[in-house]
């Protein structure tokens, strides 16, 4: 009987080494596809006014360059915007520089739960997409609104709305979709770290694909002074 027992195939042990390969694999299958959606860059905006390696919003053709990362709920952006955005528009129509708009996101914790910065973000590459020239005066209205930290933020109807009062008629499904959130997010964990900083903040500006600290950016009237 003793031999006959040992004779027989322990199936219950065949079984049980069998789930535990097949709930294996399942982790090991969820594990990856997690790390997969976690590093999925998303769809990249296209159209002529958008680099989609580096994520730019690409403004003029001069053989100098300056990379402007910005947050359309960061205020300090928009101070910037107000002291040199003529300064820099002037060296574009003059041939000096070609201008990377990166929009990022990087202040969704001060929208109250509306993910206002990745939202504004999507509309920019929205934007662009449809009509490169309308990228910058979007950006201006943009900045021209622009909510109060700790807000809301703006509906996706009120920046639509800006959308079209830059010429724009036709990004209304991708603005609601949040059809480029996911490259924002891409770009945004892209963004370098400025001189002197412990992590990305914006705006954040190279020149020349160096960058640099905005203690260094000189005084307004003097901007140009950078790509001398």
């Known amino acids: ?38 590093t999925d860059p998303g769809t990249p905006p296209s159209g002529s006014g958008i ?9 003029g053709s001069g053989s ?14 928009n101070q910037f915007e107000e002291t040199y955005g003529d ?9 000096t ?3 990377n708009i990166h929009p990022i996101a990087i202040l969704d914790r001060y929208s109250q739960g509306t993910a206002f910065s990745t939202r504004a973000a999507n509309a ?25 930290e700790n807000s809301t933020g703006l509906t996706d109807d009120e920046i639509i709305a800006i959308a079209k ?6 990004v209304d499904t ?16 892209k963004t370098p770290v400025a001189p002197g900083a412990s992590g990305i903040g914006t705006p954040t500006v190279a020149v020349n694909g160096e960058v640099i600290s905005n203690s260094t950016i000189p005084a307004k009237g003097q901007f140009k002074t950078l790509f001398q």
Do not use: H, R
């Open 124 to 148: 920019m590459y929205c934007v662009a997409e449809a009509d490169p020239d309308a990228a910058v005066p979007f950006m201006q209205a943009m900045y021209a609104k622009q909510p109060e």
């Open 64 to 77: 100098q360059t300056l990379d402007t990362y910005i947050d359309f709920m960061c205020p300090i952006c």
């Open 97 to 99: 520089i070609t201008l």
């Open 174 to 189: 991708c603005i609601t979709d949040g059809t480029y959130k996911k490259f924002v997010a891409s770009m945004t964990e």
């Open 1 to 38: 009987m003793a031999k006959a027992a040992a004779g027989k195939t322990n199936w219950f042990a065949i079984w049980v080494s069998v789930a535990v390969v097949v709930v294996v694999a399942l982790v090991v299958a969820l594990v990856v596809w997690m790390n997969n959606a976690a």
């Open 51 to 59: 680099n989609q390696e580096t994520g730019a919003v690409v403004v």
């Open 165 to 170: 009062s830059v010429g724009v008629d036709s």
């Open 87 to 95: 300064e820099i528009l002037d060296l574009v129509n003059d041939g």
